[in-house]
């Protein structure tokens, strides 16, 4: 079969990797890709959110199924817009609906979600520009740190977690004035929870379901969880505290009450859904929805998925997913993220990168997010370069191996943490 997979980060490059592996897949074709997919699949120029393009060029090239990677293309409705085109409808797309995505597309939306299905999530208010009097009043009722939530999409940056109460009364007054867009024209104030974080993925057929391999995610820029928020440095698989006591409880009560949730709403949800949780001394609450994999715990989870992926996604389309089990290899895995210096802030891009094809790094997974390439070699081209997958018997040897595969690899200006995983 042909597959075409939307998006051009390492979540991505993980995705065609996987999916490359099936014995089912004819073409896999990545729009637009980046320098890794290129080695394994066929990369196109065109984006993931010019609908039209992605329309002509299934037909021209008779794409049998799309998988969608990030978040942009599900929040504006391509699952909709293959659904209504009567040329489209017979390829399944790997996503969920325009409405089963608002789940990451509103912050507003997904905890009034969780919220109508006793689903356990911080207590929140959302308010508006004509309503600051009344959000200023309420950050006062709230004991620090303070939290307020862009209620839109905003690259990843909406989220402000702040100890002040004067700071965080003039930074909500900047969202809403504009400072994300549209993103910010609701904000979701919410109490802050203490805890540890982690992330479950669910992949289901609106249905059926099954939880994947837990991770963690480290955001912060800096060794111990200090400096900036980014895209993520780096994540871990498996996940020591996630023991069977507390995933009864995420399946009890988090996960089947949001399955069962969007079937009495009739949101048509097909693909990916991300938990965002933190453990607050053994319970879990959900601290976020994303309504597809996240980056970098895509390149710690599929590796230690054993099933075919394709035969996965073939049985969300049809519905069947509970004819199949997800077998998980026992091995650890851990990725740790190469960006660039400056990253999350001004960075410069386009250097050399050098010894991706030693072959010591046959033994660990070289994860592609920005980059490009062309006759003269590999180059920088965005804020997190590379994902180094390292794979061992524990978290501790699938660390080693992914820091001494990083020692093979280098560009000018290059940053990473050099912690991923330790406090587990």
Known sequence: MNILLLGSGGREHALAWKLKQSPKVERL?????????????????????????????CLAFNVNMVVVGPEEPLVRGIYDFFQNDTALQRIPVIGPSYEGAQLEGSKDFAKAFMQRHNIPTASYKTFTSATLNEAFAYLDTLTPPYVLKADGLAAGKGVLIINDIEEAKQELHEVLDGRFGEAGNKVVIEAFLKGIECSVFVLTDGDNYHILPVAKDYKRMGEGDTGPNTGGMGAVSPVSFADKTFMDKVEQRIVIPTIEGLKAEKIVYKGFIFLGLINVEGEPFVIEYNCRMGDPETEVVLPRICNDLVTLFEAVALGTLDNHTIIEDPHAAVTVVLASGGYPGAYEKGFPINGLDKPSLKDAIVFHAATRSDASGVYTDGGRVLSVSGLGCDVQHAQQRAYEVMGEISFAKMYYRKDIGFDL
């Open 29 to 57: 074709f990545v729009a637009p890709g980046n320098a890794g997919t290129a080695r394994i699949a066929e990369n196109q120029s065109f984006k993931p959110t010019d609908f039209e393009t992605v329309k002509q060029f």
